[in-house]
């Protein structure tokens, strides 16, 4: 059970190459999400899903795209990245019952946009 | 939609030291709140999370956190801590009837000073 996992853990984009980031969970999880993590403004949700071929916007959504095709993953990603979008990604993956468990989360993505 | 703040952005405390890290929601529905904690360069872990019932919730690693719903808090403390519990602490909260988003503060870190 490897829980959740992101791919790559780091990359160097130059700006306005394009990228898609990986989320993978294994614990038959109906929610997923995507975050970003800067200094001194906390995790802000980027997008989610609640099932398999359905997504939706988050607080900060543009210059984003996600698809979760499958219900074990959650692809979210880069058309054309900008500097501002250096940052670290976390995906997270719940079920649907929040009163059973909470959101696991990945170990984190680190995208430097030159 | 709902909000959170994390007032002290760094707390520094001396081992063996009590700890409280403090959280103010906003929000016009009834919501579940949740703390987690993030060692340096790794993914988010639940430390304890309100959902209902009694207001005080005893997490792991020793941290408990009391829901006050009058002064809108749900702070967090521990009564002696180790070096081990420096890392960076987020107070989250989501909408128990809608629960599909998470929204976090923006952080404290800890610092536990030998």
């Known amino acids: 059970n490897a829980g959740v996992t992101q791919t790559p853990k780091f990359r160097v984009l130059k700006t306005g190459q394009s990228m898609t980031l990986l989320c993978a969970q294994d614990?038959?999880?109906?929610?997923m999400y995507w975050y970003r993590q800067d200094p001194g403004m906390g995790l802000r949700l980027i997008h989610y899903?609640?099932?398999?071929?359905?997504?939706a916007k988050g607080e900060v959504p543009d210059g984003y795209n996600v698809s979760r095709l499958k219900k074990q993953n959650f692809l979210l990603g880069l058309e054309s990245a900008a500097p501002s979008q250096t940052s670290v990604y976390f995906c997270?993956?719940?079920?649907?019952?929040?009163?059973?468990?909470?959101?696991?989360f990945g170990p984190g993505t680190r995208l430097l946009v030159l | 939609a709902q909000s959170v703040t994390q007032l002290d952005s760094q707390v520094p405390v001396f081992e063996e030291a009590p700890v409280e890290l403090r959280c103010n929601y906003s929000?016009?529905?009834?919501?579940?709140l949740f703390w987690y904690v993030q060692y340096p360069n790794q993914g988010l872990q639940l430390l304890l999370k309100?959902?209902?019932?009694?207001?005080l919730v005893k997490g792991i690693n020793g941290f408990e956190a009391e829901f006050n719903k009058s002064q809108t808090s749900f702070h967090l403390r521990k009564p002696s801590v180790h070096i081990s519990d420096t890392a960076e602490y987020f107070c989250?909260?989501?909408?128990?009837?809608?629960?599909?988003?998470?929204?976090f503060g923006t952080g404290t870190s800890l610092t536990v000073i030998p």
């Open positions: 997270a993956s719940r079920p649907r019952d929040l009163l059973k468990e909470t959101q696991y």
């Open positions: 614990m038959n999880h109906e929610y």
């Open positions: 899903s609640v099932g398999e071929g359905t997504t």
């Open positions: 929000s016009s529905v009834s919501v579940y």
């Open positions: 309100y959902l209902s019932g009694s207001t």
């Open positions: 989250a909260v989501s909408a128990t009837a809608t629960g599909n988003q998470f929204y």
